[in-house]
């Protein structure tokens, strides 16, 4: 039974942007018991293709809850359907964009035709409990309902995230861009939802690249995401000391918009508390408001000057006016953060692909 492939793919990207964010954990009391054990002595298994299989039949039955999915070879009769193509045509190419490791093609190697799901204990299967529990696990799919196919293929998609940030993500590097691609770059990683990473990692690298550049002997120290600025003691999210270790500079990097109340906030409990004579907001899109502004200008007739900067326009210019040598040191500092254990597997896979489209239109 020919299945349409484009809809294959499109639930395995609507499962992957429904599970961001989402623990494994959180989903489990929507699978059971029996399907989780299932699983993982699937993932146990070191027959790769046992987990791709599996991830095949649950999207190829949401999509089509005619198709047999025990029956993964079009010769097995009507109800059947093409397994090989349903991982050649959605299954490896998700895995591919999303670099989640994979075989090329399983039903190539341990899933032959004469393989079906139907039945445990086939000849020529080297691990026998991780078929067996494929088989099982098989079974269930094929008597789902939709609502419940939905929460398996969520199941397994996170399971192949938690497999996928498990392995080291090689992060992709290029040793130098030019302002503009610079520039794209930037505006990219700024679109994605990161959480706050990327543009915490911005300015970071941009301020280490000053250091450098200038030989200014900068040190630049930050907290991690969303942590709290209290128990830390820290005054903001970056900070930098010179070289005799005085604070030099104090800045906030936000995505949310500024209010009035925000900054009083942040006037009371970090400039006044380590006495400082400037903070800088460093924000996202959204320009801050009026009256926040009205708030920052009565600060600085008091001796606090608190100041206000797009990320992306501050960055840009200051990376303008420190030469060639400190864009290649901007872009090695950026790397090595992106390529960090601190940094999430999703944002290195979403750094890839922007290097990718960034060096793509360079040679359009």
Not at 85 to 114: C, K, M, T
Not at 236 to 243: E, K, L, M, N
Not at 326 to 336: C, D, K, T, W, Y
């Amino acid at each position: 039974m020919a299945l349409d492939y484009a809809a294959c793919r499109s639930e395995l990207e609507a499962a992957y942007d429904a599970v961001q964010g989402v623990t494994l954990e959180s989903l489990q009391s929507g699978v059971g018991a029996p399907f989780r054990e299932r699983v993982e002595s699937v993932f146990a298994s070191r027959t790769q293709a046992y987990r791709e299989a599996l991830l095949g039949c649950a999207v190829a039955k949401l999509v089509d809850q005619g198709i047999d999915v025990r029956l993964p070879h079009t010769d097995l009769g009507a109800a059947a359907f093409s397994g090989r193509s349903v991982d050649e045509q959605a299954v490896n190419p998700f895995f591919r964009d999303h670099e989640i490791p994979s075989s090329r093609s399983p039903y190539l190697s341990a899933l032959r035709r004469g393989v079906d799901f139907r039945s445990k204990n086939p000849t020529g299967q080297r691990d026998l409990d991780g078929f067996n529990a494929l088989v099982d696990a098989v079974e269930q799919i094929n008597t789902a309902t939709v609502a419940d196919l939905n929460r398996l293929l969520q199941y397994l998609v996170r399971r192949f995230l938690d497999y996928r940030d498990a392995s080291r993500i090689p992060v992709a590097k290029i040793q130098k861009l030019s302002l503009a691609q610079i520039h794209t770059l930037m505006r990219k990683l700024l679109a994605e939802k990161s959480g706050g990473v990327f543009p915490v990692l911005l300015v970071i690298a941009v301020l280490k690249a000053q250091s450098d550049a200038l030989k200014l002997d900068w040190t630049v120290t930050w907290q991690g995401i969303n942590a709290a600025d209290g128990p830390s003691g820290a005054a903001g999210d970056v900070t930098v000391t010179d070289r005799e270790g005085a604070t030099f500079l104090v800045a906030e990097v936000t995505e949310r918009v500024i209010d009035r109340n925000r900054v009083i906030a942040t006037f009371r409990s970090k400039v006044t508390q380590h006495n400082l004579e400037d903070y800088l907001f460093i924000h996202s899109d959204a320009a801050p408001e009026s009256e926040a502004l009205k708030a920052a200008e009565r600060y600085f007739s008091q001796g606090h000057e608190l100041i206000f900067v797009n990320v992306l326009d501050w960055t840009y210019n200051l990376l303008a006016s420190l030469t060639v040598v400190g864009r290649r040191s901007f872009v090695a500092e950026l790397i090595a953060l992106v390529d960090s254990d601190e940094t999430p597997a999703r944002l290195k896979v979403a750094w890839n692909g922007l290097i990718r489209d960034v060096l793509a239109l360079q040679a359009d």
